[in-house]
């Protein structure tokens, strides 16, 4: 089962915009992480927020985490056309005591069109 | 530095065959993933080794699929029979703990497309 739910599912903007996707799960975490999958590619990691910070940043990357709403928001700013792909949350649990295991949402996959 | 390897790439078999996938993970990683990607969604856990022990299989379908890791290394996932709805992509992940965290590196994945 998936814990992570995305939304959009897609989302197709113009080159130069900002992109917002959300993420919203269901049990307490120990952190969560974004991955980007280019059409026909692995997973690609690009930023991980624990429970215990609010926002993060990389390069035209945000983060934002809201426990008590158990959501969170990935901003990529001036995109690019680059940058379509399918992005992916993961949380992984705080009840989880092996490691990382992390569990993957369906995904949002945007398009940027140039 | 090397990168998650996968073999094939691309695999197409008649259903009730058997398949195997390879997985060679980043040198030095314990612990190694395999997940199945259906169409359109997130990646699943199917089973997680940490060096050669399965420390959680509890979503691999073991009627038909197998896994091992020998030595610690690489690992082979195998379905025996294949079904139509196998048809998936198997991706291999492996990660190393640092500064209190894992971080998973992934591989191509294999797509299965069973006829």
């Known amino acids: 089962s998936q814990q992570g739910e995305e939304d959009p599912q897609a989302l197709s903007i113009q080159e130069g915009e900002n992109a917002t996707m959300n993420c919203s799960y269901k049990?307490?975490?120990?952190?969560l992480q974004w991955y980007r999958q280019n059409s026909g590619r692995g997973l690609v990691h690009l930023i991980l927020i624990r429970s215990n910070e609010r926002e993060k940043h990389s390069g035209r990357l945000r983060v934002t985490l809201d426990t008590s709403k158990k959501s969170s928001s990935l901003l990529i700013t001036a995109s690019r056309a680059a940058d379509t792909a399918s992005y992916f949350c993961a949380t992984d649990a705080m009840n989880n005591n092996a490691g990382n295991m992390l569990t993957f949402g369906g995904g949002t996959r945007l398009m940027v069109k140039p | 530095e090397a990168g998650v390897v996968q073999s094939p790439r691309y695999k197409i078999i008649e259903k009730k065959q058997p398949v195997a996938f390879w997985c060679n993970p980043i040198?030095?990683?314990?612990?190694l993933y395999w997940y199945r990607q259906n169409l359109g969604q997130g990646p699943e856990l199917l089973i997680r080794?940490?060096?050669?022990?399965?420390?959680?299989d509890s979503q691999l379908p073991k009627d038909r699929f197998s896994a091992e890791r020998l030595k610690g290394v690489d690992s082979t996932l195998k379905i025996q029979p294949a079904e139509l709805g196998d048809s998936a992509v198997y991706l291999c992940a492996s990660s190393l703990y640092s500064r209190g965290l894992y971080e998973q590196y992934f591989g191509p994945g294999t797509r299965l497309t069973v006829t």
């Open positions: 080794y940490e060096n050669e022990e399965a420390v959680d």
């Open positions: 049990t307490s975490i120990n952190n």
């Open positions: 040198s030095g990683h314990n612990t």
